[in-house]
């Protein structure tokens, strides 16, 4: 590998990514999904001009870090804190059955071979992949039909939120207990010391911040020191407490999320993820997705995946909101608002693929999922608020 290599291929990569990621957003697909296309087009898989190499792999890592960093940035920590009992059972209630779900589709397919194997916490895994929420695409949905800040859209979006909190911690004890060494107290111990420190630590942080963008507001040293703080939680994260990478970047956005400048820090932050290390990453979705590893079976258990996943949500949210007094179509809209998946649905596989957990080849289900899930959801939302009308006008 030499400077010239690199440097090919990752003008290759920017170039099929945005070209695929505008292709995507015209036929009112994801982004992302276009960018991952990219990679597996020019990957071996299918043309093979570009190959994974340590670098590729490294920026990729940086990507996910980054792209975390900025989910924790965009978190209104307020609202999450304030958003009542209801929000916070429905999300719980939205991790838990597709977790369920997603682990016992894996053992029916491929057989049980007991608690504490590898088998089954890939099992497991494939549970924890299916607990992300991206309510992008739902907040756009609602707010084209006028319903985001109802208390249906406030519900959904505070849920979302919560889902996506949960779901992180969830694959932080996962990965924690997948070590067969691995003592179950320990990881636990490990975990909440983390999320304790983070919380002590944080306010002095955020404290150190505040007086820093007060002196010095909108200027480039404040998201230079937020992005060395997000490189110093993820290393410390799993270096001193075994927890993955990403979480220290969540928690590292979510500790600044309240500061006055931190839409500013987010726009810098994306600069850097949208112009190279976000395509990398997505594209190096791509590139290691195997088609040539494509079976039947596979097929078949993306099907079954996608379905799991989607009814899994609209159960478990919906069952959940009507428990907390939702009624009639607000369950069931409720649910469809959460069932969509995204960016941490491949974050969360991606991590899983360094574990040791799943294989490339489970790339597609995932995909697939987003894909399905992300045309369906405005669809599904739309004719039921339409009914709503209809039901008025009658």
């Not at 940035?73 to 059972?89: D, E, F």
Request: net charge positive; glycine share 10%.
């Amino acid at each position: 590998m030499d400077i010239l290599s690199v440097l090919r291929d990752l003008a290759i990569i920017v170039i099929f990514a945005k070209v695929f990621g505008l292709l995507a957003r015209k036929l009112k697909a994801p982004q992302v999904v276009g960018e991952i296309v990219a990679g597996l087009l020019i990957g071996p898989s299918v043309l093979g001009i570009v190959k994974l190499n340590d670098f590729l792999n490294i920026c990729a890592g940086i990507g996910v870090v980054l792209l975390m960093f900025s989910a924790g940035l965009g978190t209104n920590l307020k609202q999450l804190l304030h958003t009542g009992v209801k929000a916070l059972l429905i999300a719980c209630a939205g991790v838990l059955m597709p977790l369920i779900g997603g682990t016992l589709l894996y053992l029916g397919f491929y057989g049980f071979d007991g608690l504490g194997t590898p088998h089954f916490f890939t099992a497991v895994f494939i549970g924890v992949i299916m607990t992300a929420t991206s309510v992008s695409i739902t907040v756009e949905t609602l707010k084209e039909l006028g319903k985001l800040k109802t208390e249906l859209g406030t519900t959904i979006l505070s849920a979302a939120i919560i889902d996506d909190v949960i779901g992180i911690m969830v694959l932080t004890f996962v990965i924690g207990f997948k070590n067969p060494d691995s003592n179950p107290g320990l990881v636990a111990l490990s975990t909440v010391a983390f999320f304790a420190l983070s919380l002590a630590l944080g306010f002095v942080i955020y404290k150190a911040f505040k007086v820093i963008d007060k002196r010095w507001p909108h200027t480039r040293r404040i998201p230079i020191l937020a992005l060395a703080l997000c490189f110093g939680l993820s290393y410390a994260a799993e270096k001193y407490f075994g927890i993955a990478d990403i979480t220290g970047a969540y928690v590292a956005g979510i500790i600044l999320s309240k500061l006055h400048d931190s839409d500013y820090i987010e726009e810098k932050m994306d600069i850097n993820s949208y112009m190279i290390f976000g395509p990398v990453f997505f594209a190096s979705i791509g590139l290691k997705t195997q088609i040539d590893g494509i079976t039947w079976e596979l097929v078949l258990f993306s099907a079954a995946f996608v379905l799991v996943a989607l009814v899994s949500k609209i159960i478990g949210c919906g069952a959940m909101s009507r428990l907390c007094g939702f009624k009639g179509k607000d369950t069931l809209k409720i649910g469809v608002g959460m069932m969509t998946r995204g960016e941490v649905a491949l974050i969360v596989a991606q991590r899983g693929l360094t574990e040791g957990m799943i294989s490339s080849a489970y790339f597609t289900s995932v995909i697939l999922l987003i894909i399905v899930s992300s045309v369906l959801t405005p669809i599904v939302l739309k004719l039921l608020y339409a009914k709503d009308k209809e039901t008025v006008k009658a």
